[in-house]
T-cell receptor, first 108, second 113 residues
C-alpha cells in the first residue's frame, strides 16, 4: 500500500523555485520523511530527510507541516539538471519503499 | 575509484543460465542493498545486508541469491534466469543505519532472452 501521494508530474521554469508536494497522512510518530531523486538512467540520489523540523542542505529544503501529514521539497533555483523523478518516502528506518514519484521537468 | 560500482553495466543472457551481478563499495558501509527497477513497478528491494555474513530478504527475493563474505562486496546471483528477471538492477549502500542516506550505484541493465 502506498504510504505517500505525489503528483505524477510538474513543470518548473529554470531559475525559479520548484516546490514538490507530498502527502503522507498515515505517517507514524517515529517515521522519517526522505526525498530521493532519479535522473534518467542513473541510480537514485539522496536529497534530504527529516522527522519533525524543517531541514535545509546544499541541495534543497524540506518543509514538514506541524501535523506531519504532508511535506514539501523545495529546490530554490531549479536548473535543467534538476529534471528528474523525485521520490517522497516515509520510513521507520527498516527499509525504503519507492513509489512512482513526481516527474519534474525544468524548462528554459 | 572511491564510491559504489556495479559490473557488468549491461548483460544479455539466456533463460536458465546463472548470472552474477557484482557490487563493490569503497566506504566500508555496513549496509548494502539490491533493488530492481521495472516499468510500472518502480524500485523494489530484493535483498539487503546489515554486515558481512548477514543478509535478509526484501520485497521480491524469489529467484535470487546473495552472499556477503566481505564488507565491500555484495554479489547478486540469478540461479536460473527467467525472462521476468529482465530489469535494471541497482546496488546501494549506507553507513550508519538501515535507511540513512543510501548511495546508489549506476545500475546493471540485464536482459534475459
Amino acid at each position: 500500500d502506498a504510504k505517500t501521494t505525489q503528483p505524477p508530474s510538474m513543470d518548473c521554469a529554470e531559475g525559479r523555485a520548484a516546490n514538490l508536494p507530498c502527502n503522507h497522512s498515515t505517517i507514524s510518530g517515529n517515521e522519517y520523511v526522505y526525498w530521493y531523486r532519479q535522473i534518467h538512467s542513473q541510480g537514485p540520489q539522496y536529497i534530504i530527510h527529516g522527522l519533525k523540523n524543517n531541514e535545509t542542505n546544499e541541495m534543497a529544503s524540506l518543509i514538514i507541516t506541524e501535523d506531519r501529514k504532508s511535506s514539501t521539497l523545495i529546490l530554490p533555483h531549479a536548473t535543467l539538471r534538476d529534471t528528474a523523478v523525485y521520490y517522497c518516502i516515509v520510513s521507520l528506518g527498516d527499509k525504503l519503499v519507492f513509489g512512482a514519484g513526481t516527474i519534474l521537468r525544468v524548462k528554459s | 575509484d572511491a564510491g559504489i560500482t556495479q559490473s557488468p553495466r549491461y548483460k544479455i543472457t539466456e533463460t536458465g543460465r546463472q548470472v552474477t551481478l557484482m557490487c563493490h563499495q569503497t566506504w566500508s558501509h555496513s549496509y548494502m542493498f539490491w533493488y530492481r527497477q521495472d516499468l510500472g513497478h518502480g524500485l523494489r528491494l530484493i535483498y539487503y545486508s546489515a554486515a558481512a555474513d548477514i543478509t535478509d530478504k526484501g520485497e521480491v527475493p524469489d529467484g535470487y541469491v546473495v552472499s556477503r563474505s566481505k564488507t565491500e562486496n555484495f554479489p547478486l546471483t540469478l540461479e536460473s534466469a527467467t525472462r521476468s528477471q529482465t530489469s535494471v538492477y541497482f546496488c546501494a549502500s549506507s553507513g550508519d543505519s538501515f535507511t540513512y542516506e543510501q548511495y546508489f550505484g549506476p545500475g546493471t541493465r540485464l536482459t534475459v532472452t
